[in-house]
């Protein structure tokens, strides 16, 4: 069986991407499994730039398939902010209670037609002759309040299009069937099965 390699240390990241990997006949492992040492950087500029980043260190050094995930969530009315610095919007040992609460300190009194957001997830797939990339987005707009305990990050403050509860208020099960990282991943799958069939030949 194909060994995958999740290049994340944030557990609830790992464990989404886990459940939606489920179905595939691989071995997937966390970084905390294969290495307690390895430091991931996550200093570009772009989405794209942090996920090839990851996966290309957890490749040389473990020689094994990597999969990297860096997303984040996008404020129109602030011009894409948080973007990249979502996880250290409130600074670099922000906690997500401390990043919601600069993020709706900022977005305090402005409208509700002009609270769009989206929700984006670029995956970088790296291995042996292998480089792919996906994207997946969910649209929806910043709540005034934190709602819900599910979930991690923006997810309290989230509300995807077509919803009136938050990502925190929504199941699992119902968030994995929406999700900017579902929708990147159902595409990396079909990626993933080309690949490791050709990986297994």
Do not use: W
């Not at 509300?159 to 990147?184: M, Q």
């Amino acid at each position: 069986m194909t060994k995958l390699i999740l290049a994340t240390r944030n557990i609830h990241k790992a464990r989404e991407l886990q459940t939606l990997l489920d179905d595939l006949n691989v071995d997937v492992l966390t970084l905390n499994e294969i290495s307690t040492e390895l430091m991931l950087r996550e200093d570009g500029t772009t989405f794209e730039a942090n996920a090839f980043q990851k996966a290309r260190t957890v490749y040389h050094h473990t020689k094994l398939l990597a999969l990297a995930d860096d997303s984040g969530l996008e404020v129109f009315y602030l011009n894409g902010r948080p973007g990249v610095f979502s996880a250290r919007y409130a600074g670099e040992e922000a906690t997500d209670e401390m990043n919601n609460q600069k993020l709706l300190t900022e977005m305090r009194a402005v409208a509700p037609r002009r609270r769009r957001a989206q929700f984006r997830s670029i995956l970088a797939l790296v291995g042996d002759r292998v480089e792919e990339m996906t994207e997946g987005i969910c649209t929806g707009m910043l709540g005034e309040k934190s709602h819900g305990t599910n979930g991690f990050g923006y997810d309290p403050i989230f509300i995807p299009t077509g919803f009136s509860k938050t990502y925190a208020e929504l199941t699992a099960e119902e968030k994995n069937l929406i999700s900017h990282r579902a929708r990147s991943l159902a595409k990396m799958k079909e990626v993933l099965k080309v690949k490791l069939h050709f990986l297994t030949k």
